[in-house]
């Protein structure tokens, strides 16, 4: 059975740490995983990862898969209250080729 | 501004009530998907459709039925079957239902039913 499993399940953090988010997977037909960032409502899209190895970076976010290992990892640094959210991680693939969902890793950054 | 519009945004039901949630997009995506967040438990994946006319039960699909008449509508019915209906529901849509057009989901604001 495909699964997406997110760790931890909840961080509180303050200020200016740095946090990383973890994803590991077991899946068929693996072809891309994804990263949402999810505030109040509607998840908005952080990154795709197809190739091992190769760091996606957005100020400060940066995120990198390992396709050996079956994981992948979200930075965050100088964290921000700002950056409080649910952090959701999904693979494509699978044997209907559709996005499944890990539960999320809810993210605290306290002032 | 293109993008998705989920109508209600709250909505209370009584037991045994059908309710239905409207899901509209402007962004000519050829697929689109509905998926139950539960706390906890991330997003599951209701239903979807890849193109108009055509749709694909998902993973908790039992309660709830759907229809895509056209591109830019596809409105998920709540039954009285769904036994535990009081959750978020997140309409979302993709360029297309395949290939790499299928990897990015863009997601409405949602839709939160609670049933009294």
């Known amino acids: 059975e495909d699964k997406v499993v997110q760790s931890p399940l909840s961080l509180v953090v303050h200020e200016g740490d740095t946090v990383t988010l973890n994803c590991s997977y077991e899946?068929?037909?693996?072809?891309?995983l994804l990263w949402y960032k999810q505030e109040k409502k509607a998840p908005t899209f952080l990154f795709m990862l197809t190739s091992s190895g190769i760091e996606k970076k957005s100020g400060r976010l940066s995120s990198i898969l390992d396709k050996k290992e079956l994981f992948s990892i979200l930075n965050i640094t100088a964290t921000q209250t700002g950056d409080s959210a649910i952090y959701l991680c999904a693979f494509y693939g699978g044997s209907q080729g559709n996005l499944i969902f890990g539960k999320g890793t809810k993210l605290s950054v306290k002032p | 501004d293109g993008g998705i519009t989920q109508s209600p945004k709250y909505l209370f039901r009584k037991e045994g009530q059908n309710v239905t949630l409207s899901c509209e997009q402007n962004?000519?995506?050829?697929?689109m998907y509905w998926y139950r967040q539960d706390p906890g438990q991330g997003l599951r994946l209701i239903y979807y459709s890849q193109i108009v006319n055509d749709f694909q039960k998902g993973d908790i699909a039992e309660g709830y039925s759907v229809s895509r008449e056209k591109k830019e509508s596809f409105p998920l019915t709540v039954t009285s079957a769904q036994k535990n209906p009081t959750a978020f529901y997140l309409c979302?849509?993709?360029?297309?239902?395949?290939?790499?057009?299928?990897?990015?989901?863009?997601f409405g604001a949602g839709s939160r039913l609670t049933v009294l």
């Open positions: 962004l000519n995506h050829d697929a």
């Open positions: 979302a849509s993709s360029i297309t239902g395949t290939g790499r057009g299928a990897n990015v989901l863009t």
């Open positions: 899946v068929t037909n693996f072809r891309s």
